[in-house]
């Protein structure tokens, strides 16, 4: 069993920049491969980024040099920066953990976070 929790989001300007932190419990966070997704209001929940247990990383296209993700397993942390921000970005930002399944698939990751609010003015 894994519980997530999201912070750091807010407002911020276009061009701005955020770090979202995703805190883990459990003391077997490095054997999660971990993701990012978002869902804007009427929109579905999508993908944004995941890191295996391993480092390896995968990006969608849209958020690609602008955002990292990254992970600390001694401080059972995964982390999202955020720069270049635009307001297409606006969305609840989640964090995810998972076994096993597919990156990029929301019905592959075992456990949620509650989502932090992320909202970039023009």
Known sequence: QVQ???SGGGLVQAGGSLRLSCAASGRTFSSYA???FRQ????E???VAAMSWSGSTAYTDSVKVRLTISRDNAKN???LQMNSLKPEDTAVYYCAARVR???YSTNDYDYWGQGTQVTVSS
């Open 4 to 6: 997530l929790v999201e």
């Open 34 to 36: 971990m993701g990012w």
């Open 40 to 43: 804007a209001p009427g929109k």
């Open 45 to 47: 929940r999508e993908f």
């Open 77 to 79: 942390t995964m982390y």
């Open 101 to 103: 399944g597919r990156k």
